[in-house]
């Protein structure tokens, strides 16, 4: 089955919603979106905790996530090449 923007909007929306979940239940983020804990954390869960400071939509996060994970894939195949 190939996969629209619809669908993948929709499931980048629903993994964005639990991550956000996630980090609540563990108590790294508070409901209003403040950092609890100072620890590492990927680059991911960094824009979701940081989404209401600088007023980020789910589509910015997801940009930004997409702009690393090309950029490192492409200096891996760069490397490799």
Do not use: P, W
């Not at 996969?3 to 409901?31: H, K, P, W």
């Not at 950092?35 to 960094?46: R, V």
Request: hydrophobic residues 35%; negative net charge.
């Amino acid at each position: 089955m190939r996969m629209t923007n619809d669908m993948l909007d929709v499931f980048y929306c629903q993994v964005i919603a639990e991550r956000r979940q996630s980090l609540i239940e563990e108590g790294r983020l508070n409901e209003s979106g403040d950092l609890t804990k100072n620890k590492k954390m990927a680059f991911h869960n960094l824009m979701l905790i940081n989404q209401q400071k600088y007023a980020l939509s789910n589509e910015d996060i997801r940009d930004e996530v997409d702009t690393f994970m090309f950029a490192g894939h492409d200096t891996t195949s760069s490397g490799m090449g």
